[in-house]
């Protein structure tokens, strides 16, 4: 009891704890330093002060002097007491001497039990529920009825006690006892984060994917960024030794020409020194006054016909006239050709996603289940016949661009006859000039083996012939709807630009097929 009675004079009548930097005032009492420094005046701020034990007042606040007796007594007792700082928890209800930290808590009797208490209890009530501790005894007992909470109601999804299942609003309810509710709402919750661990895992290989997908388009315009670093060496090298070229030939020629002058220069001093001498003699002759001296010189026969005069002098001005245009018109030529395969390499992030449309199809095509191949076959597939139908082994995409850049690719495959381009959704669809190519409303390439590996492009019915063959059977068709272009590629190593139609386009475009034996796939991203 001696410690106990020695704790309570420790305690400071304001936080009601040990104290902390005790300090004295002059009525004799003592206080933390920090409790009384927050004590304000009494008489609303006009400065008198009192003490809040016993009430004594001061006109002013007296000098607080730290009390050093009562400091050291204060950390004596706190070094004896060691498990007071080991204390964490919650406390035993039953030990008032000092804290001591609770296992357990009974239900029945609201109160928390250290080891020592516990013991006790079991032995003389044995059939009180005991818990861990807890703070918050009176949650688990009925509001109503004051019972322990043993049931669950299912239909009510409460936790109800045995009055409330018996005579109370849950009578007749199908009940579980708490543990078995709690299991099987455990097993939901186990079933969820079954759910929730697989949408995590799924999603984690998502990232993953995505993650895959950044690496792989980061070195791909590492690899783009390089290649075009190589191409614009191999330019500019190529421009630097053209120049050179071009300035060689225009410094030869022009070496060439000054030669030529300088010749004919010379040839036309000499002349003009002979004339400057007949001029002189005539002039004589005229002034003669002899006139058998006139008539009978032997000269004047030679000077009165002279010989006749050749062309002109060919100082080789036509030379190089014609070679300087053929060979700024190879420079631009050759740049053009340049710039389009620049403009193939960032013609768009991938080929754009292409779908056949099989209300369009024409029903002796077979258009596969991807609706990315059109093969042609001799079995009608017996199609409805609609007006947006072909009539002649033609096909156009679902998809329809409006603005933008973008390219596709396809591959042609044992195809005797074929077409492949783009086209207005106003093209007509029955007749001859429903051909893509054979009206003013689409464009394509053509191609096929009965003409012998021939290829031309189509517009409007008017052929342009390619002069040169074409091995490959792939090919890659390019729009830039806003700059009105639509360009024909072979797609070989390196990739060869073919054609390119210029057209103010007036409708969203279609891509459009037409095949004649074997078959036309559209390629997806490589």
């Known amino acids: 009891m001696a410690t106990v009675d020695l704790r309570h004079e420790l305690l400071c009548s304001i936080c009601m704890d040990i104290y902390t930097d005790p ?52 950390e004596n007792f706190l070094s004896t007491q060691p498990h007071q700082e080991m204390i964490t928890g919650i406390c035993c209800t039953y030990c008032v001497d000092y804290p001591v930290s609770a296992v357990k808590s009974c239900l029945h009797c ?36 004051r019972k322990i909470l043993e049931y669950y109601c299912t239909k009510d999804g409460a936790c109800i006690c045995v009055f409330c299942r018996s005579v109370g ?56 960024a390089e290649r075009v670093t190589a191409l614009f060496i191999d330019i500019r090298r190529w421009v630097d030794d053209l120049e050179k070229e071009v300035l060689s030939e225009i410094s030869r020629r022009e ?86 395969d620049i403009n193939v390499i960032f013609y768009g992030e991938g080929p754009a996603d292409i779908l056949l449309d099989v209300n369009t199809a024409d029903n002796n095509l077979l258009i596969s289940d991807d609706l990315k191949t059109a093969t042609w076959t001799e079995i009608t597939q017996n199609r409805p016949e609609t007006a947006e139908r072909f009539q002649y082994n033609q096909v156009m995409s679902g998809r329809r661009f409006t603005s933008g850049r973008h390219y596709w690719d396809v591959e042609i495959s044992r195809s005797e006859l074929w077409r492949v381009g783009m086209c207005y959704p106003s093209i007509i669809r029955r007749g001859r000039q429903s051909y893509i190519g054979d009206n003013n409303k689409s464009w394509c390439l053509y191609g096929g083996m009965v003409r012998n590996n021939r ?25 830039d709807y806003e700059a009105g272009q639509l360009s024909f590629y072979e797609l070989c190593d ?15 475009l279609h891509a459009a097929l037409y095949v004649c034996g074997g078959s036309i796939k559209i390629l997806g991203s490589s």
């Open 255 to 340: 070496e060439q020409v000054s030669l030529s002058l300088s010749d004919v220069i010379q040839k036309l001093e000499l002349k003009k020194d002979e004339l400057s001498r007949n001029m002189r003699y005539i002039e004589e002759l005229c002034n003669m006054t002899d006139p058998l001296t006139v008539l009978q010189d032997p000269n004047i026969c030679a000077l009165c016909h002279p010989e006749e005069e050749g062309g002109d002098e060919d100082t080789g001005e036509h030379d190089g006239g014609d070679r300087g245009a053929e060979l700024i018109s190879h420079i631009s030529h050759t740049l053009s050709d340049m710039i389009r």
């Open 23 to 74: 300090v004295t005032l002059r009525c004799g009492h003592n206080f933390c330093r920090d409790c009384i420094d927050g004590v304000p005046d009494t008489d609303g701020g006009y400065g008198e002060y009192s003490c809040p034990e016993c009430r004594a007042t001061f006109q002013k606040w007296p000098p607080l002097q730290k009390n050093i007796t009562l400091c050291n007594v204060v």
């Open 455 to 479: 290829y031309s492009v189509i517009h409007d019915s008017e052929v342009i012939l390619f002069p040169h063959q074409i091995s490959s059977d792939r090919f890659r068709i390019c729009l």
């Open 169 to 224: 609003k849950h009578r007749g309810h199908r009940v579980e006892m708490l543990d078995e509710a709690s299991e099987k709402k455990k097993e939901r919750l186990r079933n969820v984060l079954q759910k929730l661990i697989t949408k995590r895992k799924k999603t984690e290989e998502r990232v993953q994917s995505l993650e895959e997908r950044r690496r792989k388009a980061q070195e791909k315009a590492a690899g783009e």
């Open 110 to 145: 609201e109160a928390s039990l250290c080891e020592k208490h516990l013991k006790v209890h079991i032995k003389i009530s044995a059939d009180h529920v005991l818990t861990d501790p807890s703070t918050s005894l009176k949650t688990r007992k009925c509001s109503l009825h």
């Open 494 to 508: 390196p990739i060869r630009h073919l054609h390119t139609f210029t057209a103010a386009f007036s409708e969203p």
